[in-house]
């Protein structure tokens, strides 16, 4: 079973560079989308039929919003935390198959100044409780863009970005967190070296050199770890700032 994620950043603007081709040639059994930011009547449904789609999408037009693409079709999907300062900005999707839930996020970004930061703690502190409690139903398996690049080596310049949005002490605590309660980071069971990211600045042909950040993740409950056959990240892929990430799981 292979699942992707990938932080689009606009799924019209992807529509127009490479998202099919993409989709056609990866073929994953189910595909978690962030930053969707339009509607499912927005866009014309052109993938493959098989494809199942389930949406949120947040109230403020044109921002945030993800999207879950599957061949088999969930149990059930749950479009939110069930916090209602955290419901508005479409940034959870929740699919419950057979044998483990499935939680597509994108989490929300702590501003250039900090702005938000006291409130992404908050986030961090809920996503978690909201995790556990599913986790005591079924294992769990959650991906999306974390906006946070956990460790030194998930980032090309960690001694210039300590304090800044995605790498304060603050925020890897946060994802420190998720590890602490149970939550396996599926990359690092694989890949211990440095030079691996997910997003690159648009700016200074960044992603040409390689000085990137690692914020795209995909993390399981301890229990799913003899299912995991592989976990990959696609930097080839381009089309948006951050490149697609995934799993093979048994």
């Known amino acids: 079973m292979k699942l ?11 529509l127009r560079k490479n998202f099919l081709e993409f989709l056609d040639a990866e073929k994953p059994d189910v595909l ?7 509607t499912p009547e927005d866009v014309e449904q ?36 069930g916090v209602v300062e955290h419901d508005q900005e479409g940034r959870v999707l929740t699919a419950e198959f057979d044998e483990f839930f499935l939680v597509n996020v994108y989490v929300p970004n702590s501003q ?27 294992p769990v398996v959650f991906c999306g863009d974390l906006n946070v690049a956990h460790q030194e080596i998930d980032l090309a310049n960690p001694k210039a ?11 890897r605590a946060g994802f420190t967190a998720f590890v602490d309660a149970g939550f396996l980071d599926t990359f690092r069971e694989f890949e211990k070296g440095s030079g691996h990211y997910t997003w690159w600045s648009p700016m200074s042909g ?45």
Not at 4 to 14: D, E, H, M, Q
Not at 51 to 74: D, E, V
């Open 4 to 14: 992707i994620s990938w932080n689009v950043n606009g799924l019209r603007a992807v």
């Open 112 to 138: 250039r100044e900090l702005t938000r930061l006291v409130y992404r703690q908050q986030w961090d502190r809920d996503f978690l409780r909201f995790l556990k409690k599913l986790e005591k139903k079924k």
């Open 161 to 171: 970005n300590v304090h800044n949005h995605g790498f304060t002490p603050e925020e």
């Open 46 to 81: 052109l993938w493959p039929a098989r494809y199942a789609t389930y949406w949120n999408c947040a109230a403020k037009k044109g921002y945030s919003g993800t999207a879950i693409f599957t061949k088999a079709r969930p149990l059930k999907v749950t479009p939110h935390l």
């Open 206 to 250: 960044a992603r040409a050199r390689n000085v990137g950040w690692r914020l795209d993740y995909f993390l399981l409950s301890a229990a799913m770890r003899p299912r995991l056959q592989r976990a990959f990240i696609r930097q080839e892929i381009m089309g948006s700032d951050h490149c697609p990430v995934g799993i093979e799981l048994k």
């Open 32 to 38: 978690c989308l962030q930053e969707t930011k339009c």
